[in-house]
């Protein structure tokens, strides 16, 4: 790959802007020496504007996801790309959100351009689990746990009954719900079947990945070789789904 490709494809600007970047001397290697378009060191030998380059592909990353944006670019509002360095939303491979969360949900949302690794993630079979922290209007009836784990729970207008999924009483008020898949407004939904209503709603982990606790609301970082590792560990643990 080309220099000038390579900026491109990592979002720094279109060939013609990165050509014109180039030219102006932005692009330099660790020691200072500016690179021309024929040029093509190691990436991490490659600095913008004296700083590393991106990670090439694949990358993901991990966003503490605040409330009052959405998971889709194209949204007129806030939106999660809005608290990722802008050159993000041009990459190419382009990130994507891996199973989205609604606009006033909050936590663990994970973003990459590697879409066998997204599939991997949100399809049921990886048993990949999502565990979100539901606070409620009203206090737990006490038959949700019994309704959720029954795989017989049919949300409104839909056929297909959902999969097995947890509810552990943490408060009168408050459950952890551990999900096998990820409809549309799931959690609230469920809740909603359930008699009851979501007032806040919050991803806390995804297979064996927790949000960390120092990373806040807004944040975000790449994922480490640990984290990857991290997010499929307790898939042979969990097997309720066959
Ligand atoms: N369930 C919901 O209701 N909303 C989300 O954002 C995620 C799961």
Same mark, same amino acid.
């Given at each position: 790959?080309?220099?000038?490709?390579?900026?491109?494809? $990592?979002?720094?600007?279109?060939?013609?802007?990165?050509? =014109?970047?180039?030219?102006?001397? *932005?692009? %330099?290697? &660790?020691?200072?020496?500016?690179?021309?378009?024929?040029?093509?060191?190691?990436?991490?030998?490659?600095?913008?504007?004296?700083?590393?380059?991106?990670? !090439?592909?694949? #990358?993901? $990353?991990?966003?503490?996801?605040?409330?009052?944006?959405?998971?889709?670019?194209?949204?007129?509002? *806030?939106?999660?790309?809005?608290? $990722?360095?802008?050159?993000?939303?041009? =990459?190419?491979?382009? +990130?994507?959100? @891996?199973?989205? #969360?609604?606009? &006033?949900?909050?936590? $663990? #949302?994970?973003?990459?351009?590697?879409?066998?690794?997204?599939?991997?993630?949100?399809?049921?079979? /990886?048993?990949?689990?999502?565990?979100?922290?539901? @606070?409620?209007? =009203?206090?737990?009836?006490?038959?949700?746990?019994? +309704?959720?784990? /029954?795989?017989?729970?049919?949300?409104?207008?839909? %056929?297909?009954?959902? !999969?097995?999924?947890?509810?552990?009483?943490?408060?009168? =008020?408050?459950?952890?719900?551990?999900?096998?898949?990820?409809?549309?407004?799931? @959690?609230?939904?469920?809740?909603?079947?359930?008699?009851?209503?979501? %007032?806040?709603?919050?991803?806390?982990?995804?297979?064996?990945?927790?949000?960390?606790?120092?990373?806040?609301?807004?944040?975000?970082? *790449?994922?480490?070789?640990?984290?990857?590792?991290?997010?499929?560990?307790?898939?042979?643990?969990?097997? #309720? @789904?066959?």
């Amino acid at each position: 790959m080309k220099l000038v490709k390579l900026l491109a494809n $990592l979002g720094y600007g279109s060939r013609r802007e990165v050509q =014109r970047l180039i030219g102006s001397g *932005a692009v %330099t290697d &660790d020691s200072g020496g500016v690179l021309g378009e024929g040029d093509f060191p190691p990436h991490d030998q490659i600095r913008f504007r004296d700083e590393p380059l991106d990670p !090439l592909f694949p #990358l993901t $990353l991990m966003l503490n996801k605040p409330d009052g944006c959405t998971c889709s670019a194209d949204d007129p509002g *806030a939106v999660i790309y809005d608290l $990722l360095p802008e050159r993000f939303a041009h =990459r190419n491979p382009g +990130l994507n959100p @891996v199973g989205r #969360l609604d606009k &006033d949900t909050t936590g $663990l #949302l994970l973003l990459t351009d590697d879409g066998k690794l997204l599939h991997k993630i949100i399809h049921p079979k /990886s048993h990949c689990l999502k565990v979100y922290h539901a @606070v409620l209007d =009203r206090p737990l009836a006490g038959h949700e746990a019994e +309704l959720f784990a /029954s795989g017989k729970l049919i949300l409104h207008n839909e %056929t297909k009954p959902l !999969l097995p999924a947890g509810c552990e009483k943490i408060a009168d =008020r408050e459950a952890l719900v551990t999900l096998h898949e990820g409809r549309y407004h799931q @959690v609230r939904r469920m809740f909603a079947a359930a008699g009851n209503h979501v %007032t806040a709603l919050k991803r806390i982990s995804i297979g064996g990945l927790k949000l960390p606790g120092d990373l806040a609301e807004g944040e975000w970082r *790449a994922l480490t070789a640990e984290d990857l590792a991290a997010l499929f560990a307790s898939t042979e643990a969990h097997k #309720l @789904v066959r």
